[in-house]
């Protein structure tokens, strides 16, 4: 059987697991990512989980090459960090592929992490059967990625894929990204908190309070969804319009790409039916140029949980060693 490690790094913790062809997790571990004590200290975490990894490689097996998904922006031909905005300092120009690669005399292969999301979602979760589609992962930002034809769609310079960085509201408020008005501005998992506590400090006769105990900070995504399973108004209209905004740019792609397939996964996505009910009802009032209006694209929950980036990472691997596609 052959194997690759998957790594998923990201800002407070960097995540592996040993994968096999077949996208099984064999083993998986983590550590903090202690990004605040510099590159070089990242790097040997890497290095020190990768070497545990491999200890569990099973009798027989060979460790085909490493994937490692990084969050932010990269050079995928050299392997080289450009920028990672949510990293401390130090990350430009990078040779991470090389640093950890030939640590382990290993080839090592660089992915942005929602691309490798989407990719695990795709080979191991629940885009298994499509073959045209588009992923969303909506926590602290939204990532998300473009499969078309079986494979990652990277457009001319490798940035394809930043489902999160539309344009849904023409004059709405700032995004990290320098635009105004994104789908991540308005519809992240910070913004569908900062919706909750503004009812909340208006006066707004909610669950939400009563869950939170009082405590602003204690108003979370989940907190919300919790709120909203109870049948609270206020936090079902917040995810109804946090709904809204997700299902345009969710259009938008529909409308672009014809997908047969959107996967919505991440710490929003777990608002659950209400979440899902605005985004169908969006999508069907705003797309009208596919067979029957919006096509035949079914909207689904991801499968993979915290595990789609390691297996998405691991997946590039094996397949940049030439291994068929599952
Ligand atoms: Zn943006």
Redesign the pocket.
Known sequence: MRYAVGIDLGGTRIKGALVDGRGNLVTAAKTATAAAQGVEVVIERIRRLIAELLLSVPKGGTVVGVGLAVPGVIDMPSGTVLFLPNLPGGWSDVPLARLVGDHFGLPTHLLNDARAATLGEKRYGSGRNSRNMVCLTLGTGIGGGIIINDELYFGSEGTAGEV??QTVELHGPP???G?EG?A??LASGPALAALAVKAVMQGATTKIRDLAEGDLNRITPKLVSQAAALGDPVALGIIRKVGGYIGTAIANLVAVLNPDMVVVGGGVAQAGPALFQAIEETVASRVHVAKGGRGNVVIVPAGLGEDAGVAGAAAWALERAGDSRS
């Open positions: 999160g960085h995004c990290n990204c635009n994104c991540e501005a």
